[in-house]
């Protein structure tokens, strides 16, 4: 891979923090699986936005993968990184981490894909990396 694009992805990797409140939980005191892919897409958009320097919308997710219920009281870290790059378009993988305030250690929950389109001011497809 060109060493330029290496770099830009190296320096787009992104990571978010995040404290599960009340208000983000399911009926089961678990992270609502929607406020999860809100908080990773949020995160892949700005991995993507990071890389292109350009304007960028989410066109797809994909193997969104749930493994482990994120409780109520929990502090996530949301991890983005460029894994693919096309002419128009990247692809972002986005985990999420969890990890319970007051132990040591952390546990992977969550997994995910969303590719993003490189757009100009009339909405169409350009050149992701210049």
Do not use: W
């Amino acid at each position: 891979m060109n060493p330029q694009i290496t770099e830009r992805i190296k320096n787009s990797e992104t990571h978010i923090f995040k404290a599960v409140f009340p208000n983000t939980t399911n009926h089961y005191d678990t992270l609502f699986g929607g406020t999860a892919l809100h908080m990773m897409d949020e995160a892949s958009f700005i991995c993507a936005t990071r890389f292109s320097r350009k304007k960028v919308v989410t066109v797809s997710t994909d193997k969104i993968d749930f493994t482990e219920p994120i409780p109520q009281g929990t502090l996530v870290e949301l991890i983005a990184n460029v894994i693919k790059v096309g002419n128009t378009s990247c692809v972002v993988q986005v985990d999420i981490f969890m990890e319970n305030m007051y132990e040591e250690g952390r546990k992977k929950a969550v997994t995910g894909l969303f590719t993003f389109v490189a757009i100009d001011d009339n909405k169409n497809p350009v050149k992701m990396v210049d």
